[in-house]
């Protein structure tokens, strides 16, 4: 079946740390991947994505890269900030899956907070 | 301004009483679809529709049904609403071009008791 996990949080780093939350994927054919970003009250927002294996999506500082042989799509990024506290998602679509109503197939969701 | 709008924010009821989650974008998207998020589960797809009068199931529609009789709105019902329910509620639209970029509303936090 298709499925995306992610590494458990919370997550707690401080301001100008490097952060990593791990993704890795299940799926049959071949998916785009995504990262979303939910801040407090706020709604889901495309963060990045990658369409193809060795794709690199990139936003905001933040980065990550489709690698087929190991099935993953690490969020990256070099230096957060106090305002990247936020609930981070991964996910994956493909055409078939797409073809019902846009759908994605999320992650659990990693929660990051970070501290001044 | 692009924008999925849902209504209401919040809601706490009783198990049984019926009540409806409007939901409504202004980007003229054939494809709109909710989804309820919990606590380690991240968010599942309830229903969506691919067009005007195009509805199906979702990953978990128990409970919930939908209409779309017009392309702008997507209402979701919960007829017997149970304390299973409780939940967060986002509805998404897009078009149908396969970007991977949904639209999110900015959720309903409903509480059923």
């Known amino acids: 079946g298709n499925s995306v996990t992610q590494m458990e949080g919370p997550v707690t780093l401080s301001e100008e740390a490097f952060l990593t939350i791990n993704c890795t994927y299940t799926?049959?054919?071949?998916?785009?991947l995504f990262w979303y970003v939910q801040y407090p009250g706020e709604g889901l927002q495309l963060l990045l994505k990658?369409?193809?294996?060795?794709d690199k999506g990139s936003n905001k500082g933040f980065e990550a890269t489709y690698r087929k042989e190991t099935t993953s799509f690490h969020l990256e990024k070099g230096s957060v900030q106090v305002s990247d506290s936020a609930v981070y998602f991964c996910?994956?679509?493909?055409?078939?899956?797409?073809?019902?109503?846009?759908?994605?197939?999320f992650g659990q969701g990693t929660e990051l907070s970070v501290k001044p | 301004e692009a924008q999925v709008t849902q209504n209401p924010r919040y809601l706490i009821t009783v198990t049984g009483k019926k009540l409806t989650v409007t939901c409504s974008q202004n980007m003229n998207h054939e494809y709109m679809s909710w989804y309820r998020q919990d606590p380690g589960l991240g968010l599942r797809q309830i229903y969506y529709?691919?067009?005007?009068?195009?509805?199906d199931k979702g990953d978990v529609p128990e409970g919930y049904k939908v209409s779309r009789k017009e392309k702008r709105n997507f209402p979701l019902i919960l007829e017997s609403p149970s304390p299973n329910q409780t939940s967060l509620y986002f509805c998404?639209?897009?078009?149908?071009?396969?970007?991977?970029?949904?639209?999110f509303g900015e959720g309903s936090r409903l509480t059923v008791l």
């Open positions: 990658a369409t193809k294996a060795d």
């Open positions: 998404a639209s897009t078009s149908g071009f396969n970007t991977g970029e949904l639209f």
């Open positions: 799926a049959t054919g071949y998916p785009s």
């Open positions: 996910a994956l679509t493909t055409i078939m899956i797409y073809n019902q109503g846009g759908k994605l197939i």
């Open positions: 529709s691919m067009n005007v009068e195009v509805t």
